[in-house]
Nanobody, 115 residues
């Protein structure tokens, strides 16, 4: 199983970024995919989750209305569209899945929101 995130970077407050997570090594369409983030000095937190066919989506309260999770099962990729970014969104963002009773994580992509 391999998860590779991309799309992070430095953005000004109010800006947008789109994160991508390319998955391989498992049947992507069979598993829920999640985005987590970890800010310096804080615990890793769940940002958003999307079920296999996208029929059930959940968000952390802190990102509702600003972030959108989506997936393309044909491309084995999950996305996180982040709008109206604020400094408190600064963190390393990780892609996650739990497949065959094991947890898998990507290497993370840094998102920094600063003027």
């Amino acid at each position: 199983v391999k998860l590779v995130e991309s799309g992070g970077g430095l953005v000004q407050p109010g800006g947008s970024l789109r994160l991508s997570c390319a998955a391989s090594g498992f049947t992507f369409s069979s598993y829920t995919m999640r985005w987590y983030r970890q800010a310096p000095g804080k615990e890793r937190e769940l940002v958003a989750a999307i079920t296999r066919a996208g029929g059930n989506i959940n968000y952390a309260d802190s990102v509702k209305g600003r972030f959108t999770i989506s997936r393309d099962n044909a491309k084995s990729t999950v996305y996180l569209q982040m709008n109206s970014l604020a400094p408190e969104d600064t963190a390393i963002y990780y892609c996650h899945t739990r497949a065959t009773f094991a947890d898998y994580w990507g290497q993370g992509t840094q998102v920094t929101v600063s003027s």
